[in-house]
């Protein structure tokens, strides 16, 4: 789980031969943008004191095809993450045979559970009792080693009636995290968000991100175990990392701008 790339992106065993020249000019271009996000991360860290092995990169290949995520691993990615199970189930079974961790970061409604079950490592968004009974119970149900899970907040929910992005109320998170703990099959990883567009923590995401790392912490009081902080995208990972961010959900600046959701 710590994997992370250290700056050297080394090649895959002799894939990059069986490419195209559109596949190796894709390559270099994902080669230099996670160069140029490695960096950043690596400044982030410096200017926070803090060991850059602290900080992992998970890259969210959404929109992007397979071969964007073979390319990838080729240069080092250890770490994915998709927001939609339509997407995800198929890029998971095209890259199968890679050893690549799987992070579910998309709001998850009931229905894919099973699913997502099938290939996910960690899912970052459990906002709701009912997601929790959920995957446990599929997770039991299949067999399979623990589902590392991380409990979302959504933290323009401050207030209560906050309107609804995906995610937890801070005031949902320590019940929440309890329910995780004491659920077979699941493992309480830690905790998410994404900085909000709304409430009072819109437009700064020092201080949203500031904020998780209290809840992070009231939850690590507890349950020890649960040191995952995720927090920052391509626009903000530098706050997340200052906040405290052990991995950053990094998307755009790694493959590029995404089309238009269809
Ligand atoms: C898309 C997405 C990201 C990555 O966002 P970028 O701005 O493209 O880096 C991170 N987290 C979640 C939950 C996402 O859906």
Redesign the pocket.
Known sequence: MTNHHDGSFPDGPSFPDALTAHDRARREQLHANLAEVEQRIAAACAAAKRPRDEVALVV?T?TYPAGDTRLLASLGVREV?E?RDQDAAPKAADCADLSLTWHF??QLQTNKVRSVVGYADYV?SVDRLKLVNALSSEVVRAGRPELGCLVQVALDRESAGGAGRAGASPGEVEALAEAVAAAPGLRLAGVMT?APLAGPYAGDPAAAFGRLAEIASAVRAAHPAATMVSAG???DLEQAVAAGATHV?????VLGA?PPLR
């Not at 959900?249 to 600046?253: D, I, K, Q, S, W």
């Open positions: 969210v959404k993450a927001n970061v998309g970052h994404v995208m391509s626009g959900r990094v998307g755009t600046a995404r």
